[in-house]
């Protein structure tokens, strides 16, 4: 507060409200292949729509896309990234095919921007506003004879000679042809005042190698494979759905266990019984690798019958894009640490069945095997229909972490709670910065616990004492270094998971306020 001058009132708000969770949730990043999409980048989408216009249609060599397609529609939120294909993963350089490419009569180039057998025509004219030396562009993906043509794309008021601010627009306003940097003062339509308007039809491209396991394990140092996905922060879950193979699932399992803000969804192969999916995930009879061991990792069972959206033919394919659909939904309509199976939030719509029913009376036995290796399958019930059924993750110690929801909790508050800690980093390292840090913490909790996640909380963070000598989580030495630990208590509720029913006869004269309240057997 200004002290000097002529008397007066002065007034400042000081915000120290805490805003818990807020954005986008339930956010599921996928990895696969796809027809287009750039190396090295991943794009949010949230529709079908935007995911064409990203990485193309259904492909007939991979189910990747058709489970995408079946995650959107069921509602899920999805981070997409395309697997390239490299002859040596530590070397971007080395990604096989090549892009289509196109050469305009004034000799300025247009690249597609995917690797790939892809087509496109751009449609230059002058602008339509009449604006002098202003260039329109359209942008259509067209068949190799170049006669079907669909609109992807349009840029308009162009210079005709290039500046880097027109190849920053062009770039930005449509995703499948890029005008390169080195463009940069070349001329889009040659004879500008006699000519109105030019085709140029980009061609040449050539597909990739089909990928290998190393091309999805990649490598961190240059951002090939997963680690695509190293600059991104807001998805909570990763899978590569279209695979299972347990190296790829130790590959994932790795994953999320260095980054700790997310779980890795992995599933077993199709077209197996329950028995067999156990063997999958224990690495055992005609499966090899290192079974997953950990809380941060789930495993889907299941094969979906469903009609193939192209040929209306009837084909199973995983359950792991609907069940996607169901995690990403329950996140954004109840809790994140709701479990996302049974009747009110697993349920599988726009599907014909199953092709193996460990939901039947007959495989009880082998539905409990499949759960006690937890594995979540996707059962037909004769109540409920079509529903994912299982709330286990695949650590094998028996800790509440064995429990999804309880896992999803878990990723919930590391994820809440780091930015109200790194909020006060570089303040003062003393008990009046622990208490901002208890403020801010406390509220989350609090939330959780009203919202049905956890039984109650503690926190310990010495935010209470009066001198350092006092501090009982915390030693001088660590706080001199600039340390600070709080701990964090909390007793989590699981999903239920068994009701016992008791049914109690009695004779017509026996009175229930007699009986009420007597123990039964």
Same mark, same amino acid.
């Given at each position: 507060m200004n002290t000097q001058g002529l008397a007066k009132v002065s007034a400042e708000v000081i915000d120290i409200s805490v805003l818990i969770a807020t954005g986008l949730k339930g956010i599921h990043a996928f990895f696969g292949e796809t027809e287009k999409g750039r190396e090295g980048k991943t794009v949010l989408v949230g529709s079908w729509t935007e995911y064409k216009k990203h990485f193309g249609g259904l492909l007939a060599t991979s189910d990747f896309p058709l489970l995408c397609k079946r995650a959107l529609d069921s509602g899920c939120k999805l981070r997409v990234g395309r697997v390239h294909s490299y002859g040596d993963v530590s070397d971007p350089s080395t990604v096989t095919g090549s892009k289509?490419?196109?050469?305009? &009569?004034? /000799? *300025?180039?247009?690249?597609?921007?995917?690797?790939?057998?892809?087509?496109?025509?751009? !449609?230059?004219?002058?602008?339509?506003? /009449?604006? #002098?030396?202003?260039?329109?562009?359209?942008?259509? $993906? *067209?068949?190799? &004879?170049?006669?079907?043509?669909?609109?992807v794309g349009k840029v308009a008021n162009l210079n005709n000679t290039l500046t880097a601010e027109d190849v920053?627009?062009?770039?930005?306003?449509?995703?499948?042809?890029?005008? #390169?940097?080195? $463009?940069?003062?070349?001329?889009?339509?040659?004879?500008?005042? *006699?000519?109105?308007?030019?085709?140029?039809?980009?061609?040449?491209?050539? !597909?990739? #190698?089909?990928?290998v396991e190393t091309d999805y394990t990649g490598d961190s140092s240059v951002g090939t494979g997963i680690h695509i996905f190293d600059n991104e922060s807001d998805f909570v879950r990763i899978s590569i759905p279209a695979m299972a193979n347990n &190296?790829?699932?130790?590959?994932l399992e790795a994953y999320v266990i260095k980054r700790q803000d997310c779980r890795a969804i992995l599933r077993t192969p199709i077209g197996i019984s329950g028995a067999t999916a156990v063997d999958y995930r224990e690495c055992s009879g005609v499966y090899t690798g290192q079974p997953v061991n950990s809380w941060l990792a789930s495993m889907v069972y299941g094969e979906l019958i469903v *009609?193939?959206?192209?040929?209306?033919?009837?084909? /199973?394919i995983p359950?792991?894009?609907?069940? !996607?659909?169901?995690?990403?939904?329950?996140?954004?309509?109840?809790?994140?640490?709701? !479990?996302?199976? /049974?009747?009110?939030?697993g349920k599988i719509k726009n599907a014909l069945g199953i092709e193996y029913n460990l939901g039947t009376a007959a495989r009880a036995l082998e539905a409990d095997n499949v759960d006690s290796h937890g594995i979540n399958p996707v059962i037909d019930d004769k109540d409920y229909g079509l529903v994912y059924w299982g709330n286990g993750t695949l650590q094998k110690e028996d800790t509440l972490l064995k429990h999804e929801n309880v896992a999803d909790l878990m990723i919930f508050i590391l994820r809440a709670v780091t930015p109200?800690?790194?909020?006060?980093?570089?303040?003062p390292n003393d008990v009046e910065t622990w208490k901002a840090i208890h403020r801010k913490v406390r509220p989350l909790l609090e939330t959780i616990k009203k919202g049905r996640g956890i039984w109650g909380y503690l926190y310990q963070g010495d935010q209470d004492i009066e001198t350092i000598e006092e501090a009982v989580v915390n030693n001088p030495n660590d706080v001199d270094a600039g340390g600070y630990v709080f701990i964090l208590w909390v007793k989590p509720k699981v999903g239920m998971k068994y009701v016992g029913i008791k049914v109690t006869v009695t004779n017509s004269g026996v009175s229930f306020e007699e009986v009420a309240g007597q123990p039964t057997v």
């Open positions: 289509s490419t196109g050469t305009l &009569t004034s /000799g *300025t180039v247009l690249n597609a921007s995917s690797i790939g057998e892809l087509y496109y025509t751009v !449609a230059l004219k002058h602008a339509a506003n /009449g604006q #002098d030396d202003k260039v329109d562009a359209v942008i259509y $993906q *067209t068949d190799v &004879t170049n006669t079907v043509r669909n609109e920053v627009k062009f770039n930005a306003s449509q995703v499948d042809v890029v005008i #390169d940097d080195s $463009q940069i003062g070349e001329v889009l339509i040659d004879s500008y005042s *006699t000519v109105d308007n030019e085709e140029v039809f980009i061609e040449g491209g050539t !597909a990739m #190698d089909a990928p &190296t790829i699932d130790v590959m *009609t193939h959206p192209t040929t209306g033919a009837k084909v /199973g359950a792991i894009g609907d069940v !996607a659909g169901c995690m990403s939904n329950k996140d954004n309509k109840q809790r994140e640490w709701f !479990a996302s199976a /049974g009747a009110k939030r109200l800690a790194k909020s006060e980093l570089f303040d």
